[in-house]
């Protein structure tokens, strides 16, 4: 399911192919990628192969990119993810790093979890992020999500484990 919709500053829609260059500006650049699950990505050819396999037709699973309304820039991406064994929409996010301190995630997921509202039933947001990572808890706070529990988890190619947050709340 194509989505597209607008925040104050930002324009949200799929991440589609073209995008891989961009979106490599972010999940190349090690500070981004200090606290994600995924490795490191080395090169943009294989952002492009990881971009090429986002299931745009599950309606569980919805990954978008956020454009600068202003200047056209894709700047970040991020979405959400349906748990139906616990009911959960899990949220994820990255931003390119000379964008953060401006409230361009809080603004995006705001508007990803009322688009999500719009067309699902949904009753809890849940994140979860490294217990160091203390800007995502500064979003959690800001979306109004409270803590949960403790957690923990690990990078893909399992080269490192992280001591977790989850942030939650409650539609």
Not at 12 to 27: A, G, H, I, M, T
Not at 43 to 55: H, N, S, Y
Not at 111 to 127: A, C, L, N, S
Request: charged residues 30%; proline residues 2%; contains cysteine.
């Amino acid at each position: 399911m194509r989505a597209y919709f607008e925040t104050e500053r930002l324009i949200v829609r799929n991440l589609v192919s073209q995008d891989y260059e961009q979106v490599f500006k972010w999940c190349g650049d090690p500070r981004v990628n200090e606290f994600m699950i995924y490795p490191l990505y080395k090169c943009a050819e294989d952002v492009k192969i990881w971009i090429d396999t986002l299931e745009v037709d599950n309606p569980n699973i919805h990954d978008f990119g956020w454009i600068l309304k202003d200047t056209g820039e894709l700047i970040g991406g991020g979405g959400v993810v349906f748990h139906p064994d616990r009911d959960v929409w899990n949220i994820g996010y990255n931003l390119l790093a000379d964008k953060w301190g401006n409230g361009y995630t809080v603004e995006a997921i705001q508007g990803i979890i009322e688009y999500i509202k719009k067309t699902r039933d949904i009753h809890v947001i849940e994140g979860q992020f490294a217990a160091d990572n203390h800007n995502s808890m500064r979003v959690m706070e800001k979306l109004g999500m409270v803590y949960d529990r403790d957690g923990e988890y690990e990078k893909l190619d399992g080269s490192r484990k992280f001591a977790s947050k989850i942030y939650c709340m409650k539609i």
